[in-house]
């Protein structure tokens, strides 16, 4: 699966199997999947178009509650907490398997 994503973050937590790259390193434009946090939310909100494919998932890094309750406004698809990182490959496979297959 290929993802972007807006913020930095360690792509290393990410499995091998997905393809990622950041967008502010240059972007293919064909992401199925786009990361951000709430420092990001605008230049994912201006750029998306460019980084990712017509149908794709906003998957959101949420600091602290304020960051859920700003995001809601947004229509992002799915969160996860900064301190469960870890566990992005579950909610990633969880993703492909609900969206793109």
Known sequence: MKIVTFNEFDESLIDDKHDVEHYHSGSDGDAVV???????????????SNACEDKFVSLAIIEDDSDYEAFKNFGI?????????????????????????
């Open 34 to 48: 786009a990361i951000i946090d709430i420092n990001t939310i605008f230049d994912f909100e201006e750029n998306k």
């Open 77 to 101: 698809d799915a969160w996860i907490k900064a301190d469960d990182l870890g566990e992005i490959n579950a909610l990633l496979n969880l993703i492909e398997k609900r969206s793109f297959s």
